[in-house]
């Protein structure tokens, strides 16, 4: 191309976090000594208003056709930066962002020197892939304006509903028979005196008969395919073996004779084979457990109205939605784990969920929290706070409602029992909404007993009577105190089951199993794939206000996207070069996404990539043996150029790191938020997957002299955003290691690593060993 | 004869002091049926209901449940389909039988099917307050499709979280992430910021309020300006800057923050000493000393309240000397003494100049204490902690340490961080301090304070003392509650439908919350319900569209 590349470089100081540790003035004077640059200036804040028309400014003035930003992440400003520079008349796809914050002042707070030097490293690899840009366009898809809710629980309900009433059509999957999820298994709820039904009932109710809602319970979903407006989604619709035509007479559970525990009364009492989950399940009608029905067929002969088919079938169903909810909840915490209170063990040591289910009037014990062991009233009552939260070795968060839950659940056993101890052990009481803090004063002056300790041991002695060992924080001493009946809070865990949908959608978790959110504060309902929005308390522990406050934001964020009748899709896609493609047929396997196809032109065999499967993640372009398919933004001669940047200077002392966009490179930015420091040789180049590597690139940094290469990528199995890309990454990795030696190249210098998003700290942890052993070799 | 059915549903929660059977008894005539039944909402009742409407061949059909707008979808669409509209009639504020019975008896003395008309409908939003929380709603609503109006008694949109430093609990610069959504906002052909506005009167209702907001004057015509700060150059009149603690001086023509959105100048009119030369260098000629307030009236059909919050007035709290002792901050000013853009630059200096070695934070500032806000703040302790660790990125070898009470570390990730922040060196001291004295000579503030984890009773001073101050609902909060017939709950914020099921909406239909001004909390919160009050707002405008039969 003739073109005369003219570049214009920023460099932001982001206040201070950039320009106390970056010399900004250094590195702008360095940027402007480089081959076509044109300007090269400082910014206080590159994003601010001022800061962006500086940018327009320049593109007019000085006719720039490159912009680099060096700044924070793009996982943070790429889009407005996008955005700058259009509005100046710009292809957006011609800036490049720089990251020398999380990537460099952030991680090197105490080695100005260095990191300056490093910044001026990343902007001249900036600059040298700027100058490869290409205009690329956004492409337009329609976009199908129906939502699939995942989780009937509160939050999920909430959500569906105000899709539905916007006039958007819902398909809610709940797994399990009826919907309500943890709600329906309380007796009350903190912060009035609103029950728990009032509140379910109609919000189940209402989304049964919803004409834009459609209920899918005893329901899984098993795949979901494509992108944000176009995702194709399997569900499975387990047989329920009771058609909607029960009567709910109940004849077919008097006649069932097999009893199993009753999951919904937390295993306080049983129930059969074939059951009503609870009086007011939605939708209701019996259903058959088939893990535990021996086929007897007494229910089929025992109903009325022939309702009951044990041959019922599972049945499976494609549906098209343009958007989906992720509202799996949560997991109360199995305190079984936790040997010192010893749950299970002693019949009188019980948690709250089951307090939760004897305070029901319609529950195990018809509303009266007695013995379990003996059914007697008890008059030494104590609750143990943070049992599986706040855990040195254990979940380490707070679970957040425990306090809450307890405080309301004392005070209900101290107005049922007035004569009673009650004691509540704790660590820190934890209310936050305003009409708690009141609670928690009325409970005290009720006479609840609060104090703060440690619980070391929970033993039994007679009469199935308990003893338990604090230490006592207020006493600074070991005390040890006779009760009758313990409740144990227990925490709020993950989902189990939500974590299948973790692998098939591809939402990530973070270290503390929940799903992540895009942004914590800024985009706290979306998640890092669009169109894919999280509810509830799958996202961490959350009480019913909060999942139902963010459920309507999410549903919000699907009324926004459906308020259109096209969308765009970013322009980052791969292309197959038909003259130098010589048909192998290769990417086509190994694309994840079905996105390439065969065709022929003059005869001759050729690979085609269909643009609006192609989700740019460049899998195809690190497997082509010839070369043919470059991977837009992210091509072989822009990889080059990054890395000849890179080691112009000093080359065996650097490590040159291949990040993946999604998990690894975020997980250097989560490194940098967090300040972790580590060592300043390391040189980040991104791609969107580790897949997109070839061996030939990873080659090609060692030909060109660095120290070490570090290539990583999201953890297999599932957490690759392109499915299968790590693995297509780490087979060429393993096959480039046995060449290594033969190339001599020692293959200690090649690294493969799974880092997370979450994972700052692994990435601290492998870049410090790396130097180390970079160290050692050099002696 | 027309044949009457009343519905009864009998829920625990709403009925447990109600003798239904001597309700049905004493209501019940040929033409008039009582059917009590448990839970009548849910899909059993439905179906009771729509049984007795077959079998008895009802045409007048009376639900006397819970509050309406908890069910009303419920039953509204199960009687769509089927003959006669239905009446409601509220349980809950009804005590006894007695009470029911008249309630029941005089309603059905009433003319029935009032057809009410068909509802007006603007489909325009107007948000009050552009702080994080009301310019999320004005995006998330334009997004949607809608116009909206944002309302922000300042010079620019931002709140709070312009203000400060970085946020927890993973510690990136506020303004780095709020600043392009103000730009945003700014931005968004659908959205209309009107700044430096008061609302003056509200009327109407859901579906039709006209709003008349009065604009202050700028004396800086907002479509010549251009943001060039020439004007800035030549004022003479050096003021102290009230966004830097006064610490930092500005001129009398001035923007209130870099960032700000709309990025345009204003003239401080009760500091101007109308020299001109402003007017002279502004090649755009727009300024206007002579601006007067200007009057709009807007007419939408909901409003979105996001006022926000203020912070307690530390000098209330007579004990911890602030105000008094000079080195005794609030927690809102030491975020810009800790600021890179604040009036230090970042450094950690006294206003004496001392470098800042040793800080200490006290908890529950105006919080959880029944002298001033019984309610817990839940902001204030992450944010110390985060302060905390600021001070201590700035200065490896300065003390922390942190006063409270409950360390209330409960959203996602912030125990974490505080176990990080524990082990890396702050130190956390459980227990209030009782007082702050000074020495006079180096004017260290001087804590005293018992360890309650050790029982010993110490005095420590420090370089700086920051009070970690309540969040407090806004002195405005009564007059908006007046124009718009809202309740205020107990502490002063704006109460919601119902704490645990209907966070976002009000007792005034066309009225949602979003934010701090519902009651305290953090960011991700705010933003996250902000969210969720655009989707009410579509609901709104949905519902009325399709008019309700009868009433
Ligand atoms: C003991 C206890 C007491 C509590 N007390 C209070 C209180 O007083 N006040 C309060 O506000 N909150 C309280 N809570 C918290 C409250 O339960 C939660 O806030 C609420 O349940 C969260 O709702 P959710 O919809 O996010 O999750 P859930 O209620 O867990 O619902 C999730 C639903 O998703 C379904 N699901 C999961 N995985 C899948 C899948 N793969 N496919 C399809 N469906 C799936 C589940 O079956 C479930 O129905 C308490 C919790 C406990 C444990
Ligand atoms: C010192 C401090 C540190 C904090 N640190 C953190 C942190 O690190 N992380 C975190 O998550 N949270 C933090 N918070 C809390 C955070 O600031 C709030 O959650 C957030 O700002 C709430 O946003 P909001 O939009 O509800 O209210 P605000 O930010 O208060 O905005 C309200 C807006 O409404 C305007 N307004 C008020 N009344 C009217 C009216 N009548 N007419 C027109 N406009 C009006 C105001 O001028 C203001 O612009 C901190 C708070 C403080 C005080
Ligand atoms: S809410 Fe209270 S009990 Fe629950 S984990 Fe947090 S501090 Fe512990
Ligand atoms: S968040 Fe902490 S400091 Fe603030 S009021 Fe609550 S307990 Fe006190």
Redesign the interface.
């Known amino acids: 191309m003739g073109e005369e590349i003219r570049i214009g470089v920023y460099v932001c100081h982001c206040g201070k976090n950039i320009a106390a540790v970056v010399d900004t003035s250094t590195v702008a004077d360095f940027a402007s000594s480089l081959n076509d640059v044109v300007v090269a200036r400082e910014n206080t804040y590159c994003c601010a208003e001022t800061g962006q028309a500086q940018i327009r400014d320049d593109i007019k003035e000085h006719n720039l056709n490159r912009v680099v930003i060096a700044s924070c992440s793009p996982k943070l400003h790429e889009p407005t930066f996008r955005r700058t520079v259009t509005e100046a008349g710009l292809n957006p796809y011609l800036m490049e962002m720089v990251n020398i914050r999380e990537h460099c002042s952030w991680v090197h707070m105490r080695e100005r020197d260095a990191a300056t030097k490093k910044a001026m490293d990343l902007v001249k690899m900036g600059v040298a892939k700027a100058r490869l840009l290409q205009p690329l366009s956004d492409r337009e898809v329609p976009t199908t304006k129906n939502a699939l809710v995942i989780g009937g629980g509160i939050a999920g309900l909430q959500a569906a509903t105000d899709i539905a009433n916007a006039g958007h059509r819902v398909y809610l999957v709940e797994k399990a028979p009826t919907l309500g999820g943890k709600v329906a298994q309380l007796s009350g709820v903190s912060s009035d005196h609103q029950s728990p039904e009032c509140l379910l009932i109609p919000m189940m109710t209402g989304a049964i008969i919803h004409p834009n809602i459609e209920v899918f319970t005893n329901a899984e979903v098993k795949s979901v395919d494509g992108y944000i407006g176009n995702f194709k989604v399997r569900i499975i619709k387990h047989p329920r073996y009771v058609k909607e035509s029960c009567i709910l007479c109940g004849e077919c559970s008097a006649v069932c004779p097999v009893e199993v525990s009753n999951e919904f009364n937390a295993g306080m009492d049983s129930r059969k084979a074939i059951y009503l989950p609870f009086e007011q399940a939605t939708p209701s009608t019996y259903v058959v457990d088939m893990k535990h029905c021996t086929r007897c067929g007494l229910c089929v002969e025992s109903c009325p109205v022939n309702a009951i088919d044990l041959e019922d079938r599972e049945e499976e169903l494609e549906l098209e939605v343009g958007s989906i909810i992720v509202a799996t909840g949560f997991e109360s915490f199995d305190p079984r784990n936790k040997p010192k209170y010893s749950y299970s063990q002693f019949k009188n040591v019980i948690t709250s969920l089951q307090l939760e289910r004897m305070l029901d009037p319609e529950g195990p014990t018809g509303g009266k929290p007695l013995r379990p062991s003996d059914g007697r009233k008890p008059t030494k009552i104590a609750f143990i706070q943070c049992v599986g939260s706040r855990e040195e070795d254990g979940n380490q968060y707070c679970s957040k409602i425990c306090c809450m839950s307890t405080i309301k659940q004392a005070k209900t056993l101290k107005t049922l029992f007035p004569e009673a101890d009650i004691t509540v052990y704790y660590r820190d009481i934890r209310l936050t909404k305003k009409e708690l803090e009141k609670m928690y004063r009325e409970v005290r002056e009720a006479g609840v007993l609060f104090v703060r300790g440690d619980i070391k041991e929970v033993s039994e002695t007679e009469g199935n009577n308990l003893l338990i060992k604090v230490h006592s924080e207020t006493l600074n001493r070991m005390i040890s105190r006779d009760i009758e009946m313990v409740i144990l809070a227990v925490g709020l865990e993950p989902c189990i089951d939500g974590n299948l949908i973790k692998e098939i959608i591809k939402v990530p978790t973070g270290t503390d199993g929940f799903f992540m959110e895009a942004h914590p504060k800024l985009r706290p309902i979306d998640t890092v794939i669009d169109g894919v929005y999280l509810a509830g308390a799958c996202l961490g522990p959350k009480d019913i206000a909060e999942s139902i406050a963010q459920a309507s934001g999410a549903a919000a964020k699907v009324c926004g996207l459906f308020s259109k009748d096209r969308l765009k899709l970013d322009g980052i896609i791969s292309k197959v070069d038909p003259d130098v493609c010589i048909g192998c047929g290769i990417c086509i396997k190994q694309c994840p996404f079905h996105a390439i196809i065969e065709e022929e032109i003059e005869e001759e065999k050729k690979a085609k990539v269909v643009e609006a499967a192609c989700k740019g993640c460049g899998v195809c372009a690190g497997a082509c043996p010839t070369g043919a398919i470059e991977a837009f933004s992210f091509t072989t001669e822009q990889l080059h150029a990054q890395i000849d940047a890179a080691l112009e200077e000093n080359p065996g002392e650097k490590i040159i790191a291949f990040c993946c966009n999604w998990c690894s490179y975020a997980g250097a930015d989560f490194a940098g938020v967090s300040r972790l420091q580590y060592p300043t040789n390391v040189r980040i180049i991104r791609t969107m997957c580790s897949g997109r590597l070839s061996k030939d690139i990873i080659l090609y940094a060692f030909e060109k002299g660095a120290g070490m290469v570090l290539v990583s990528g999201c953890h297999p199995p599932g957490d690759c955003h392109y499915v299968s890309g790590n693995y297509r990454c780490e087979e060429r990795v393993n096959s480039l290691m046995k060449t290594l030696p033969k190339k001599g190249i020692d293959p200690k210098r090649l690294r493969l690593e799974w880092i997370s998003a979450a994972e700052g700290v692994v990435f601290q942890r492998v870049t410090k060993e790396m130097a180390k052993e970079l160290n050692d070799v050099k002696g | 004869m027309t044949k009457t059915g009343i519905f009864l549903c009998v ?4 009925t447990s002091a109600i003798d239904i059977e001597k309700t049905a008894k004493s209501i019940e005539l040929a033409d008039r049926v009582v059917y009590p039944y448990r ?1 009548l ?6 179906r009771f209901l729509d049984d007795c409407i077959d079998k008895d061949k009802l045409d007048r059909i009376f639900i006397v449940a ?1 509050p309406e707008d ?2 009303r ?2 039953f509204k ?2 009687s769509s389909s089927k003959g006669p509209g239905i009446e409601y009639i509220n349980i809950g504020k009804i005590k006894d039988e007695k009470g029911l019975i008249d309630s029941i008896k005089e309603r059905l003395k009433e003319d029935r099917g009032k057809v009410i008309k068909e509802e007006v409908m603007t489909r325009e939003v107007l948000v009050i307050g552009g702080g994080v929380g009301g310019v999320q709603a004005a995006l ?2 334009a ?3 809608y116009k909206v109006y944002v309302v922000e008694r300042t010079l620019s949109v931002g709140g709070v979280m312009a203000q400060l430093d970085k ?1 927890f ?5 506020s ?7 103000l ?1 945003d906002a ?1 931005k968004t052909p659908n959205i209309e910021l009107i700044t430096n506005a008061d609302i003056k009167n509200i009327t109407g209702k859901a579906g039709d309020f006209n709003v008349e907001v009065e604009i202050q004057p700028r004396y800086v015509d907002m479509e010549k300006c251009n ?1 060039c700060s020439a004007c800035v150059e030549v004022c003479p009149v050096i003021l102290p800057n009230e966004w830097d603690l006064n610490l930092k001086p500005r001129k009398c023509i001035y923007v209130m923050f ?4 709309p ?1 345009r100048y204003t003239i401080d009119k009760e500091k101007c000493i109308e020299c001109e030369l402003c007017k002279k260098v502004c090649e755009l000629d727009a300024i206007n000393l002579d601006e007067e307030p200007k009057r709009r009236t807007l007419n939408v059909g909901a409003i979105v309240l996001a006022t926000g919050t203020q912070t307690f007035d530390a000098s209330r709290k007579k004990q911890y000397g602030y105000g008094r002792i000079k080195n005794v901050v609030t927690n809102m000013e030491f975020e810009r003494i800790i ?3 604040g009036p230090t ?2 450094e950690l200096l006294r206003p004496d100049g001392k470098h800042i070695k040793k800080v200490a934070f006290i908890q529950c500032v105006g919080s ?1 204490d ?1 002298h001033f806000h ?3 703040s ?1 902001y204030c302790c992450m944010a110390s902690i985060k302060e905390g660790r600021l001070v201590m ?1 700035h200065d490896p070898d300065a003390e922390v340490w942190i006063f409270y009470n ?11 961080l505080y ?1 990080r922040s524990e082990k890396e060196g702050i130190k956390f001291i ?1 227990g209030l301090p009782g007082e702050i004295r000074e020495n006079a000579e180096t004017e260290d503030p001087i804590v005293t304070f018992e360890d ?4 010993k009773v110490s005095e420590i001073g420090f370089d700086m003392v920051v009070l970690a101050v309540a969040l407090e609902p806004s002195e405005q909060n009564p007059r908006l509650a007046e124009m718009l017939d809202l309740e205020i ?1 107990p ?1 002063g ?1 704006f109460k919601e439908l ?7 909406e009000t007792s005034n239909r066309g009225v949602f919350l979003a934010g701090t001004c519902q ?3 953090d ?3 705010t ?10 707002v ?2 709104l405008f ?2 009325i569209n399709q008019p309700a039969k009868r009433l």
């Open positions: 829920c625990p929660s709403a839970y909402c849910s899909q059993r009742g439905l819970c908890i069910h979808h419920v669409r199960a998330d609503i997004e949607e499709g946020t609990p993973t510690m990136d610069c303004i780095c992430i709020l600043g392009p959504k730009v700014g943001g870099a960032q700000s959105v990025l600021c890179a853009s630059s970042g959880r029944i019984e309610y817990c839940s990125e409950d360390l209330r570390a409960f959203g996602k990730g912030f125990e974490e176990v459980r309650t984890k050790t029982g709950d502490h914020f119902n704490s645990t099921s209907r966070p976002l009651g305290p909390k960011i991700p919160e933003v996250a319900q902000a969210s969720g009050t655009a989707a009410k579509c609901t949905s519902e």
